[in-house]
């Protein structure tokens, strides 16, 4: 689910993030209509370290990892990836029916229909739309029919996929992420390492051809958590998805959103699962927070959030915790969606005062509703709890458009996030 934030030195258009669930912000994971929620607290240093990652080419035992709480996390980038990773590739979603989510998606987000594999392009398996903004890539994905498919007849682009499978995905999340894709130098690697050091692999590297120009792309998958999958990809293809998809050609529609800044995922056992991503990638942990950093009455919590050796791929990862006056909301999306997934995006823009303004605008037209802000008196306080780095207009104009403002040593963060996107309280 989507929604806008942004971080920022100076004036709110410089930098910013775009986060899509009610749970777990860009930095610091809370409710996003407490105040709380929009606080980016995660990159600031503190006293005590937290458990190691494991380190390139490490075979003993590793120590583990456990929570130490936001006041004692002291953040720091030991660079122990086990292969070369770069920054997201693209985000890929599972669903009934792709041609309406893809029109939704692209109207509410300003994202442009840039490729498509489907029937018109000899694709019987599944139709696929790939909508982007800026270096944000989403493909939305919707198998055809069982009885639809050919004995021998053409191969679809994507050599992983299960038509069979897909439908049963389908059925038990809803409109659910399936994938989220890498860059890596080399995916062939990146599975061989990846399976080696314990990740379970679900589709081994296979080389694309894009005969028209003489490249390829190899791709990989390993399983991350529940149904989502980890896909390295790697190949000196230049095209704007994959080989077999089809260029479309269209105006542009971009209302300003750049790039993926992290995707946070829900799992039942936290450490469990960090230590499996970091175990077979070599991730570090690049903040943290426990139900006592961010609980509320509706959002207890603990979370822990990953990171590569250039920190552009952030993966934070949320358990629920209980004894709170209210459920978890993250035992409801495991509850919902059947199990653990990936429960939200966070999206660049550099102008978050224009690009929610579009989105507001379309959201009583087909676009996507956000979460009820703040009160009054959060942005009576504003002022004096930011200081004077936005004028008079501005705070008004954050007012006007609920944004959450937070403040730290790293800088302001604007942020605001979507209500879910379908219609379970998942993605």
């Known amino acids: ?64 990892m456990k929570l130490v709480g936001y006041e004692n996390f002291v953040r720091h980038n030991p660079k122990t990836d086990r292969f070369t990773m770069h920054k997201f590739h693209h985000i890929e979603f599972y669903t009934q029916d792709a041609t309406n989510v893809s029109k939704r998606f692209g109207w509410a987000a300003g994202l442009k229909l840039v490729a498509k594999s489907d029937q018109s392009t000899g694709n019987h398996a599944y139709a696929s739309y790939v909508l982007q903004s800026g270096d944000l ?16 007849g053409h191969v679809p682009p994507h050599p992983g996929f299960n038509v069979d499978y897909a439908h049963e995905f389908c059925n038990k999340h809803g409109l659910a992420v399936r994938a989220m894709a890498i860059s890596v130098d080399d995916a062939a690697l990146a599975y061989e390492l990846s399976t080696k050091h314990g990740a ?42 994959q080989p077999g998809y089809h260029d479309v050609e269209g105006p542009d529609v971009s209302i300003g959103l750049d790039r993926l800044d992290h995707a946070v995922g829900n799992v039942p056992n936290l450490i469990e699962a960090v230590q499996y991503a970091c175990g077979f990638t070599g991730w570090h942990e690049y903040a943290e927070f426990t139900a006592e950093d961010v ?118 963060l604007l942020q605001i996030f979507t209500k879910p996107l379908g219609d379970r309280p998942t993605c």
Do not use: W
């Open 137 to 152: 890539k989403i493909a939305i994905t919707a198998p055809y029919s069982r009885k639809n498919q050919k004995e021998g």
């Open 295 to 412: 609980g509320t009455v509706d959002s207890g919590l603990n979370s822990m959030v990953l990171a590569n050796n250039n920190e552009m791929i952030l993966l934070p990862m949320n358990e629920p915790t209980f004894g709170t006056k209210r459920k978890s909301q993250i035992q409801t999306f495991l509850e919902q969606n059947e199990g653990a997934g990936l429960q939200h995006m966070a999206l660049k823009t550099n102008d978050i005062f224009h690009t929610l303004a579009e989105m507001r605008k379309r959201t009583h037209l087909g676009g996507f509703d956000f979460m009820p802000k703040p009160s009054a008196a959060y942005y009576k306080n504003l002022p004096a709890k930011i200081g004077d780095v936005f004028t008079a207009a501005q705070y008004e104009k954050i007012e006007q458009l609920g944004l959450l403002v937070d403040k730290d040593d790293q800088g302001i």
């Open 200 to 241: 379970v692999g679900v589709c081994p590297p296979k080389t694309i051809k894009d005969a028209a120009n003489h490249t390829t792309q190899v791709i990989s998958s390993v399983k991350l958590y529940g149904d989502v999958v980890l896909r390295f990809v790697s190949g000196d293809y230049k095209g704007r998805f």
């Open 1 to 64: 689910m989507p929604g806008t934030t942004t971080k920022k030195p100076v004036s709110p258009s410089k930098k910013a993030v775009t986060s899509p669930k009610a749970t777990s912000p860009s930095k610091k994971p809370a409710s996003p209509n407490k105040k709380s929620a929009a606080s980016p607290k995660g990159a600031a240093p503190a006293k005590r370290a937290a458990a190691t990652s494991p380190h390139k080419g490490d075979s003993s035992p590793k120590k583990k």
